[in-house]
């Protein structure tokens, strides 16, 4: 699955007074059906996508469907395959920000709604990115709420997490053949000297924090303990391993160059560049939770030279074929974004209005040299692939042939293995 996405972020700043909405600044609010024609201009069938989150859920039980459904509606009629990405970094102002516990019933009863709305999606990512949503909004202090404490970290984590295993719940039982594909960060903190030892290795360890929980895998003691101590009760650890979910989902993760960390004596921590690489973090992360996988987001500036990024990409494509080799079930790869994006220079927190040039297209809707290299990549390897290996295919339904008699049967025969898998709860 050759994919792009197309950057929702809407993220708060300034103590929640501003609202920084990607898909504005970078203009897709005009120019959606050209960037559309830009998708099916580089050959991809996979695009990830989704309804500004702030200006369609508008209470409880209160939609505003307009633009989803002139989008979708066209991506439809393109047969451009969607993984909606419902949640970006941010909340809509009614719910405030991710301390409030009852956002994950909201976007419980929103995920519902779309799902029900648009019944012919089959991929979802609800909460993209959870472990980044929750560090960069109540640990670093930068986003939303902008917590700085432990406290305030884990009650962002778990309203987080909570809310997409809920819209993953829901969702099931509407379309019980949906595949959810998770865009988590892959992350890896790397001690700087011995006595930086001991907070790498709560990091490395805290760095699972949100995948566990999702499926359901018991965290390891020390963090069980870092949970307890800061406002996880036991009932609420519970909720998590007791869900079924894991079989119905793809492991995204994503990797970029700011992913390895340095680890200082005192637990600071700055961007280390690749070190391990992909290929390496991907394999601890497979080895943890055994589900196929999907490179779901990487980029880099185009640079100086005009081919930093093009360098990139091949070698994030060499590094998939690597950990692919290597017997990592691997479905799919993502140059992200399609357009160039604003201000992610300084992680959203400052609104300079400065361009980043990391997309396959200027903001221009211009393809750059990336994009090129992408678009050959893609056509030199999307037949080649399946013949390697027929297990390595995912059940997908195309929106074409949504409703048709093999659709049915595949919905029917997933709605039955469901109500199994209840029935073992």
Request: charged share 25%.
């Amino acid at each position: 699955m050759f994919a792009t996405g197309i950057e929702n972020s809407i993220p708060r700043i300034k103590n929640g007074s501003v609202r920084v909405d990607q898909m504005e600044a970078c203009g897709h609010y005009k120019h959606w059906r050209t960037d559309f024609d830009c998708v099916e201009e580089m050959g991809i069938r996979f695009l990830r996508y989704g309804p500004p989150l702030h200006t369609t859920l508008l209470g409880p039980g209160r939609y505003d469907w307009s633009f989803a459904d002139e989008t979708f509606g066209e991506l439809r009629r393109r047969r451009i395959i969607p993984i909606v990405d419902l949640c970006h970094f941010g909340v809509p102002d009614w719910i405030g920000d991710f301390q409030n516990p009852d956002f994950a019933i909201h976007f419980e009863a929103y995920a519902e709604a779309f799902a029900r709305r648009f019944p012919w999606i089959q991929f979802y990512t609800p909460v993209n990115e959870m472990f980044i949503c929750a560090t960069f909004s109540a640990r670093y202090g930068w986003w939303n709420e902008q917590g700085t404490t432990d406290f305030t970290f884990v009650t962002a984590l778990k309203n987080i997490v909570k809310a997409n295993v809920l819209a993953m719940e829901a969702i099931l039982a509407v379309r019980p053949d949906v595949i959810f594909i998770q865009s988590e960060s892959s992350e890896y903190f790397h001690a700087e000297n011995p006595a930086a030892i001991k907070p790498a290795e709560q990091m490395n360890c805290q760095r699972f924090l949100t995948l566990d929980l999702n499926y359901g895998h018991r965290v390891d003691s020390g963090v069980y303990e870092f949970l307890m101590d800061n406002g996880m009760t036991r009932e609420e650890y519970h909720f998590f391993l007791g869900r079924r979910l894991r079989q119905h989902c793809i492991l995204g993760n994503d990797y970029y160059w700011t992913n390895e960390h340095r680890v200082r004596a005192d637990g600071s921590t700055s961007a280390s560049g690749e070190i391990f690489g992909y290929s390496e973090i991907t394999r601890q992360y497979y080895n943890r939770y055994r589900l196929p996988v999907m490179h779901t987001e990487t980029n880099i500036s185009e640079g100086p030279n005009g081919d930093e990024a093009v360098n990139w990409l091949w070698k994030e494509w060499a590094n998939v074929l690597r950990v692919r080799n290597d017997g990592v079930p691997t479905v799919g790869f993502t140059w992200y974004s399609l357009t160039d994006q604003i201000d992610w220079d300084t992680a959203l927190r400052e609104q300079n209005g400065r361009v980043n040039p990391l997309g396959l297209y200027d903001l221009d809707r211009n393809i750059r040299a990336v994009g090129r290299s992408y678009k050959q990549l893609i056509k030199d390897w999307a037949e080649v692939l399946p013949t390697q290996s027929v297990c390595l295919s995912v059940p997908i339904v195309p929106p074409e042939e949504f409703g048709d008699d093999h659709s049915i049967a595949q919905q029917r025969e997933a709605a039955q293995q469901r109500r199994e898998e209840l029935r073992i709860v």
